[in-house]
């Protein structure tokens, strides 16, 4: 009786790797759904937790038991309310699905910076007006220079340090007694 096929030690080698992966797929499905059953059970805590937050007077277990559709005895409302939050989670997946496919979360360009090259608190061409308010006056104090520029103290306060670290002007003396030097 002719064989069908030709034994060949390869063949048994791959039907064990081909067994090896079959057994890993097992492994993996059973332990999803141990992660499933745990996203659920967050999922529902997380529901119970934030309709809390808002003046939901149903205790965890009930929570559970309405998600599940046990008979709970509590206000409507209350009842109502967990359904609906259960709801909107339920549809998170099909949200994010769809809104990538439009381009609502990826590339939108409602989200992206106006104007990114002009930040006109941090421009440097702005202390200039206080650079050149210490060449008339070295001893001119933060409040006379927030008096004449119209900014704020805090504002002044970043521009002499900008003129400080790109040395345009030095601090001689203490703040009180102290002047400004151009350099």
Avoid: C
């Amino acid at each position: 009786m002719n064989d069908f096929f030709t034994h060949n030690p390869l063949w048994i080698e791959k039907t064990g790797k081909i067994y090896a992966l079959l057994e890993r797929v097992k492994i993996s499905e059973e332990q999803s759904k141990d992660v499933l059953h745990l996203r659920r059970t967050n999922r529902i805590r997380t529901i119970g937790s934030t309709t809390a937050i808002e003046g939901n007077r149903l205790t965890a277990q009930q929570v559970f038991d309405v998600i599940n559709g046990k008979v709970v005895f509590a206000p409507l409302q209350d009842i109502k309310e967990v359904k609906n939050a259960f709801s909107a989670y339920e549809q998170i997946p099909d949200f994010i699905d769809s809104a990538t496919e439009t381009n609502i979360i990826n590339n939108d360009p409602v989200n992206d910076p106006v104007n990114i090259d002009f930040d006109p608190v941090n421009d440097p061409a702005n202390s200039f007006d206080v650079l050149e308010l210490i060449k008339v006056n070295p001893r001119i104090s933060y409040e006379k220079m927030v008096e004449k520029t119209g900014r704020s103290r805090a504002t002044i306060k970043r521009m002499i340090k900008r003129l400080k670290q790109e040395g345009f002007i030095s601090r001689i003396g203490s703040d009180k007694t102290g002047y400004w030097k151009v350099n």
